[in-house]
T-cell receptor, first 114, second 109 residues
């Protein structure tokens, strides 16, 4: 149980375009979703916390106008990377807090901006 | 500031035992997690400690000492598939996860 489905797993986009990443909680309701970014050989860096029905909370240094987060329902949270640039190339992972198990993670999205 | 320290890389032999240490300094403490992450994949849950002592789960065990701000993950009977990064994460007083940089474990035959 407690599965988060994340799509797409890999995406290559041109510089200047936007990319949307979706995370769906399949068998539970996720009131809060955490969005992380991970550069090669580095740890997870929390970008923002999304709460269903309200505005996301962004970490210091993360541009909220560039990384748009929408959490319109209890089962879906999306991250849109707008006007992507090569430096945005990274591994993006969503995570939801599960009371008994801690946290469950999506499978991640490898974004490459060319 | 908040800080999680763990070794960058460790090497061990198949069939042996390895201990990965983690020390932390955080604003409050609401539990410590260990996750396994294979390259290019999302982390998977291994263990959770909130009270002092040893938690054993099959080949993996995790220990916590809150007074020392210290934890370790013990892996027994190492298998080649255990080659991965192991992430230590502490949940602070706001229930936010603070992540260590991860320890890359290399298993040699």
């Amino acid at each position: 149980g407690a599965v988060v489905s994340q799509h797409p797993s890999r995406v290559i986009c041109k510089s200047g375009t936007s990319v949307k990443i979706e995370c769906r909680s399949l068998d539970f309701q996720a009131t809060t979703m955490f969005w992380y970014r991970q550069f090669p050989k580095q740890s997870l860096m929390l970008m923002a916390t999304s709460n269903e029905g309200s505005k996301a909370t962004y970490e210091q240094g993360v541009e909220k106008d560039k990384f748009l987060i929408n959490h319109a329902s209890l089962t879906l949270s999306t991250l849109t990377v707008t006007s992507a640039h090569p430096e945005d190339s990274s591994f993006y992972i969503c995570s939801a807090r599960i009371k008994d198990y801690g946290y469950t993670f999506g499978s991640g999205t490898r974004l490459t901006v060319v | 500031g908040q800080n999680i320290d763990q070794p960058t890389e460790m090497t061990a032999t198949e069939g042996a035992i390895v201990q990965i240490n983690c020390t932390y300094q955080t604003s409050g403490f609401n539990g410590l997690f260990w996750y396994q992450q294979h390259a290019g994949e999302a982390p998977t849950f291994l263990s959770y400690n909130v009270l002092d002592g040893l938690e054993e789960k099959g080949r993996f065990s995790s220990f916590l000492s809150r007074s020392k701000g210290y934890s370790y993950l013990l892996l027994k009977e190492l298998q080649m598939k255990d080659s991965a990064s192991y992430l230590c994460a502490v949940q602070d007083s706001n229930y936010q996860l603070i992540w260590g940089a991860g320890t890359k474990l290399i298993i040699k035959p």
